[in-house]
């Protein structure tokens, strides 16, 4: 059963500082993965995905992700936070049908 | 385009009531699923479609049903509500059900059970 684990359910940086948010996934076949975005009081909106074509997915925003499947990993990265990032990032994995499966997000606080 | 609409924003119920959330999308997209957002764990899915006319359960599906009678609406329904049900409940689609489609997410349903 596939599956995705998210280390680290707050990450607080600071302004102009690296982001990196992980995940990591359980799939029994190459799987397709996302990260979606909530900002508060609102739906998820997507922020970039890998469907097996190049493992640096470029998203939204400035953030990348780099699938690597020798530490079955998605991190999530952006190398300088703004404070309009400060949000939830919710990691997803589906394979064949378009059940995602969500991990439980990591909320990330950006400070001046 | 509207996207995916949901309605009510916001719902207080009595435990026992019954009510239909409604969810609607303009894209002519075949898949439409439902999730509830609680913290710490992430979103679930609840029930999905990949077509009008057909439905099946996601993750955690007791006490809810749906329907698909159209592309365009996939309204979920609360038979007698619990306090456990407090949630907020997105809706989404999407285009096909190859697996690498972009989801689109609705606001959301905040729903409060007493």
């Known amino acids: 059963a596939q599956s995705v684990t998210q280390l680290g359910s707050h990450v607080s940086v600071s302004e102009g500082a690296l982001v990196l948010l992980r995940c990591n996934y359980s799939?029994?076949?190459?799987?397709?993965l996302f990260w979606y975005v909530q900002y508060p009081n609102q739906g998820l909106q997507l922020l970039l995905k890998y469907t097996s074509a190049a493992t640096l997915v470029k998203g939204i925003n400035g953030f990348e992700a780099e699938f690597k499947k020798s530490e079955t990993s998605f991190h999530l990265t952006k190398p300088s936070a703004h404070m309009s990032d400060a949000a939830e990032y919710f990691c997803?994995?589906?394979?064949?049908?378009?059940?995602?499966?969500f991990g439980t997000g990591t909320r990330l606080q950006v400070f001046p | 385009n509207a996207g995916v609409t949901q309605t009510p924003k916001f719902q207080v119920l009595k435990t026992g009531q019954s009510m239909t959330l409604q969810c609607a999308q303009d894209m002519n997209h075949e898949y439409m699923s439902w999730y509830r957002q609680d913290p710490g764990m992430g979103l679930r899915l609840i029930h999905y479609?990949?077509?009008?006319?057909?439905?099946d359960q996601g993750e955690v599906p007791n006490g809810y049903n749906v329907s698909r009678s159209t592309t365009e609406d996939f309204p979920l329904r609360l038979l007698s509500a619990a306090p456990s049900q407090t949630s907020v409940y997105f809706c989404?689609?999407?285009?096909?059900?190859?697996?690498?489609?972009?989801?689109?997410f609705g606001p959301g349903t905040r729903l409060l059970v007493l």
């Open positions: 799939s029994s076949v190459p799987p397709y």
């Open positions: 997803a994995v589906s394979e064949v049908t378009d059940k995602l499966i």
């Open positions: 479609s990949v077509g009008a006319g057909i439905t």
């Open positions: 989404a689609s999407s285009w096909g059900t190859s697996g690498e489609e972009t989801q689109y």
